[in-house]
Every structure is written in structure tokens, then in C-alpha cells.
Antibody, heavy 126, light 107 residues
Framework: QVQLQESGPGLVKPSETLSLTCTVS??????????WSWIRQPPGKGLEWIGY???????NYNPSLKSRVTISVDTSKNQFSLKLSSVTAADTAVYYC??????????????????WGQGTLVTVSS | SSELTQDPAVSVALGQTVRITCQGD??????ASWYQQKPGQAPVLVIY???NRPSGIPDRFSGSSSGNTASLTITGAQAEDEADYYC??????????FGGGTKLTVL
């Protein structure tokens, strides 16, 4: 059973870079069947997709965050990471990592996130 | 890009059936997935694809789609189903997109 666990500082100063790591257990980030994703949720608000990475290093980011986001993968450690630069209070959120699955059959395509990490709260404050 | 629209709040009497909807143009091309989130917990996948439930999800949860609307139906809602529910699909660029969420209250 695949499990994901986020780790990283819970407090980041404005204008600095937020850095988080997701450790995958029970499965491999090198599996060619999946993408590995970051999602965040500001307090009391909804979910926002940040981006995802394939084991090869290919990435896709939310256009609204693209200029500040970098996602990388370390297959030797079975981890993937998030860096978000120039943070402000608006980046305060619970950050989740999740496995992202895309199926493109002949008919209708589908995609889903499963499983998710437990999430980690990152507060941006001086 | 496109949006996925959900009703902010829905209520259902204990044991009754409730439908939670998600509307968006992308749903004409992509199936929605659905997530249940209880306070202080991570979201949990409850429906994916045409109408598939992950292992451990009760069969009272089902999904359907028609035109630009996807629906999550809970048949015989239980007290433990009280939670926020989010739909997920893709935007016009093919990027993942979440609906705003629906808060389900079981009366």
C-alpha cells in the first residue's frame, strides 16, 4: 500500500522560499504509471493544484504559480520536492503531496489523486 | 481555462439519498473524480473514472455524468458521511482542476 508523507519547515518568512519534501513508501516514484503532485489548501478554503512531476523529471505547473514553482524528483531517495519562491501570506496553506493518475482510453479520459499525504501546514509570517 | 462549480452547501436527512453536483465544460470530455474531506484530515478519493470506488469506500457512494454535469450520489447517507466533498477534472488546457467544494450536513 503506497503511503506519502510531507516534511519541511512549518514557518517561512515573507519573500523567502518554501521547501517541502514528500517521501513515498510502499511504492516507487520511478513507476512509469504515475505522476507525483503537490496540492495546497489555504485555511478554510478549497483545494488548489500546484503541479506534478513524472519520474523522468518532466513537469507541469499551475499557470498561476508557474513563475515561482519548482518540483523535482530524487529517485534514489524515493522522494519528490516542492520549492515555492517569493512567498507571501497568501501562500499560507496546508500542502499535500499525492499520486496522480491519468487514464486515456479510447473514449472519455479520467484522472484522479490517490493516495494523499496527511498534509503539512506552512505559515508565511515574519 | 475553465471552472468546476459546486453548490457550497447541501443537507440530507439521515438515511436519505443526496446528490452533490459539479458543473463545468470540461466534464463533457473528462470524467470527474470525487474526494471526501473531514475536518483536519486529508482528502480521500471516493469515486474515480466512470463510476469506480476505491477499496474500502462503501457502495452507497456512486458517480454519474451527463453533459457538463458530474454527480456524486450517496444512497442512505450516514452520520459519518458529513464532510466536505470536492470534484476534480481538468481545465481547457488539460491541467487538473478542483471544484470549490460542497459542505454536506447530515441531519
Amino acid at each position: 500500500q503506497v503511503q506519502l508523507q510531507e516534511s519541511g519547515p512549518g514557518l517561512v518568512k515573507p519573500s523567502e522560499t518554501l521547501s517541502l519534501t514528500c517521501t513515498v513508501s510502499g511504492g516507487s516514484v520511478s513507476s512509469g504509471s504515475y505522476y507525483w503532485s503537490w496540492i495546497r489548501q489555504p485555511p478554510g478554503k478549497g483545494l488548489e493544484w500546484i503541479g506534478y512531476i513524472y519520474y523522468s523529471g518532466s513537469t507541469n505547473y499551475n499557470p498561476s504559480l508557474k513563475s515561482r514553482v519548482t518540483i523535482s524528483v530524487d529517485t534514489s531517495k524515493n522522494q519528490f520536492s516542492l520549492k515555492l519562491s517569493s512567498v507571501t501570506a497568501a501562500d499560507t496553506a496546508v500542502y499535500y503531496c499525492a499520486r496522480y493518475i491519468v487514464v486515456v482510453p479510447a473514449a472519455t479520459s479520467s484522472n484522479w489523486f490517490d493516495p494523499w499525504g496527511q498534509g503539512t501546514l506552512v505559515t508565511v509570517s515574519s | 481555462s475553465s471552472e468546476l462549480t459546486q453548490d457550497p452547501a447541501v443537507s440530507v436527512a439521515l438515511g436519505q439519498t443526496v446528490r452533490i453536483t459539479c458543473q463545468g465544460d470540461s466534464l463533457r470530455s473528462y470524467y470527474a473524480s470525487w474526494y471526501q474531506q473531514k475536518p483536519g484530515q486529508a482528502p480521500v478519493l471516493v469515486i474515480y473514472g466512470k463510476n469506480n470506488r476505491p477499496s474500502g469506500i462503501p457502495d452507497r457512494f456512486s458517480g454519474s455524468s451527463s453533459g457538463n454535469t458530474a454527480s456524486l450520489t450517496i444512497t442512505g447517507a450516514q452520520a459519518e458521511d458529513e464532510a466536505d466533498y470536492y470534484c476534480n477534472s481538468r481545465d481547457s488546457s488539460g491541467n487538473p482542476l478542483f471544484g470549490g467544494g460542497t459542505k454536506l450536513t447530515v441531519l
